[in-house]
């Protein structure tokens, strides 16, 4: 054991476990989803680092059955909350209703009391409503008439937004946004999965009403996320995560005078923290007890870009944060 690695890195029985568990899990979710790896992989991460993820697509590209096929998969309650303008706070977290046979207040939860929620266009709620929906995430919890209750383990929450559509918005802030441990990018099909879809909808593989079973217990996966606090990241990595966060924060001194001043604000620490728990989880789905530079590297975009935030004018110019986040992982040398 080191001072970095406190519990011992998981053993080989462990690591067999736990891809047996992963296995399961995507065998699941390839039977529904077609194509879409990376938002599997996206997902899996952030479920198993117990962050949450922030995706973003135009709709129609199967973000709500990604999120209902990986619950179906575990024994897990699934809650899809469509965001309105008029949704309230109460509406999310619950609240207290009148019964006049007992003449008092029940406590009635709301839909995030689930495993599994997803906030379709969270963007189309209003502040009050994104920051309750937020300190739940954040908190683990909610309160109720002055009395907590707990959100259950484990739980995910995944939130998705529009793009094209921003008439009637309320953009997340800053701050809000940061709260995501991941942010992914959801494209569009390849023709040759896009035929695939529409044959499994001919076949009825794709039926709405057509469910799972549920092959992998919670307890697996809170077993999985146990195991992967234990994955090993050397120091040398950590060194190399602190200092991509810091150039993002310092850029002059790295970057060409140009893409220094487009960035507005750099990453705060919990940009740090997401790379080294998205890390763990991400070596751990690739079956080893160890974080390689290389995991560091496919996180880039999922954990800055929406951390790195850009100056209007370089937006206007049609400058994007992943192209910003690439020249600051050019800049810093790899362990």
């Known amino acids: 054991m080191t001072p970095s690695d406190p519990l011992g890195t998981p053993s080989e029985a462990e690591m067999a476990r736990a891809a047996d568990i992963l296995g399961t899990v995507s065998r699941a979710y390839s039977s529904k989803m077609v194509g879409q790896e990376r938002l599997r992989t996206s997902l899996l991460t952030a479920l198993i680092a117990g962050g949450h993820a922030l995706l973003e697509s135009v709709p129609g590209l199967a973000k709500t059955t990604a999120a209902s096929t990986l619950a179906d998969t575990v024994q897990a309650e699934f809650r899809r909350i469509q965001c309105t303008p008029d949704l309230l706070p109460s509406d999310i977290t619950g609240t207290q209703v009148y019964d006049a046979s007992t003449g008092s207040f029940r406590t009635v939860l709301g839909p995030v009391h689930a495993n599994f929620v997803l906030l379709d266009e969270i963007n189309r ?172 590297s496919f996180l880039r975009h999922l954990v800055l870009r929406h951390r790195v935030l850009l100056t209007f004018e370089a937006e206007a110019d049609g400058l994007r944060s992943e192209d910003i986040i690439d020249q600051i992982f050019d800049a810093v040398p790899a362990p």
């Open 125 to 296: 709620s209003s502040s009050k409503t994104q920051s309750a929906m937020l300190e739940a995430m954040q908190e683990r919890q909610t309160t109720i008439g002055g009395e907590v209750h707990r959100l259950p383990k484990p739980f995910l929450v995944i939130a998705t937004q529009n793009p094209i559509e921003q008439e009637g918005t309320y953009e997340l802030p800053e701050a809000q946004m940061d709260r995501f441990l991941l942010k992914e990018i959801v494209g569009y099909p390849s023709p040759a999965e896009e035929m695939e879809i529409l044959h499994r909808i001919d076949t009825g593989v794709l039926n709405p009403e057509l469910h799972g079973t549920a092959s992998v217990a919670l307890s697996d996966i809170v077993f999985l996320q146990s195991l992967a606090a234990r994955v090993y990241v050397a120091p040398a990595v950590r060194n190399y995560i602190v200092s991509l966060v810091f150039v993002t924060r310092s850029p002059a001194e790295y970057l060409s005078p140009e893409s220094a001043a487009a960035i507005r604000y750099g990453a705060s620490p919990r940009a740090s923290i997401a790379f080294l728990q998205a890390s763990r989880a991400l070596a751990l789905l690739a079956g080893r007890s160890y974080v390689i530079p290389e995991d560091i």
